[in-house]
C-alpha cells in the first residue's frame, strides 16, 4: 500500500488502515501480542504495529466492540475504493495492490483526463508468498 500512496500522492488520493484485533494473539511468532485488555492497550499495540511497519498511512483504530469492522463485513484485509462523492467503487476481502491500483488509475484519469495514470503495481508470482 506504501507503493501506492506514494504513486498518487499528488492526485488527491487519501489511504487509511484500521486497526481492530490481534489477529494471531498468544501463536507462534506473535506469542508477546495477547488480546487486548483495554482501550489503553488496544492503542498501545496500534502505535506499536506503526512503528515495526513504519506506517505513513493513517491509521484509524476501532472501538473495543469492532462495531466499524463488523460494519464494513468482519473479514481480515478488506479493501474498499471510495470514490470523491463518498460512494464505495471497489470492495474486496483481501487487499490486492494490483487491482486497487487499476482502479485508482481509472478514478484519477477520469477526474483529470489532461494527466492520466496507467496501473503500474505489479504484485504477480507474489500471491502467497512470505
Not at 20 to 31: D, L, S, T, Y
Not at 67 to 89: I, T, Y
Not at 96 to 112: G, R
Amino acid at each position: 500500500m506504501h507503493q501506492l500512496q506514494d504513486k498518487y500522492r499528488s492526485r488527491d488520493v487519501e489511504f487509511l488502515a484500521m486497526y481492530v484485533r490481534e489477529p494471531h494473539a498468544g501463536e507462534r511468532g506473535f506469542r508477546h501480542y495477547r488480546d487486548h485488555e483495554s482501550w489503553e492497550h488496544k492503542l498501545e499495540v496500534a502505535r506499536e504495529l506503526e512503528a515495526l511497519k513504519d506506517m505513513t498511512i493513517t491509521l484509524g483504530v476501532d472501538d473495543m466492540s469492532q462495531q466499524q469492522h463488523g460494519a464494513l463485513g468482519n473479514l481480515p484485509n478488506m479493501a474498499f475504493v471510495v470514490d470523491k462523492d463518498g460512494k464505495v467503487v471497489y470492495r474486496n476481502t483481501w487487499q490486492h495492490a494490483e487491482d486497487i491500483d487499476a482502479v485508482l488509475a481509472q478514478l484519477v484519469t477520469a477526474d483529470d483526463p489532461s494527466r492520466p495514470l496507467e496501473p503500474t503495481i505489479s504484485t504477480r508470482g507474489l500471491t502467497g508468498a512470505i
